[in-house]
């Protein structure tokens, strides 16, 4: 079983910036492929950004290219989401995910492990 921890979230003023971390524990194959979601009340879960651990490609939303950069620490497996620019529209709560192998299209349907969640708090 893996288990996987978000932190980082909190409330921030358009334009600030929030750093958030997903650390994976437990039983974690060679490679694998960890992404970002995140849901605003009453939307469904979307995509945020994608890093595959093996050689470090990323994918990203369009929603937030350009200001959310994605990033891991394999020697601690551990990702991070550096948010900056943030907007009102960027609040949700943000789930960390995990899937074997190479990263496939970012859906929820893809992924097999889920973090709780970290709440993001964008005011204009």
């Known amino acids: 079983q893996v288990q996987l921890v978000e932190s980082g979230g909190g409330s921030v003023q358009a334009g600030g910036s929030l750093r958030l971390s997903c650390a994976a524990s437990?039983?974690?194959?060679?490679?694998?492929?960890m992404g970002w979601f995140r849901q605003a009340p009453g939307k469904e879960r979307e995509g945020v950004a994608s890093?595959?651990?093996?050689?470090?490609?990323?994918y990203y939303a369009d929603s937030v290219k350009g200001r959310f950069t994605i990033s891991q620490d394999n020697a601690k497996n551990t990702m991070y989401l550096q948010m900056n620019s943030l907007k009102p529209e960027d609040t949700a709560m943000y789930y960390c995910?995990?899937?074997?192998?190479?990263?496939?299209?970012?859906?929820?349907?893809?992924?097999?492990?889920w973090g709780q969640g970290t709440q993001v708090t964008v005011s204009s």
């Open positions: 995910a995990m899937r074997w192998w190479w990263c496939r299209e970012l859906v929820t349907g893809n992924f097999n492990f």
């Open positions: 437990g039983v974690i194959l060679s490679s694998y492929c």
């Open positions: 890093i595959y651990n093996g050689d470090g490609s990323t």
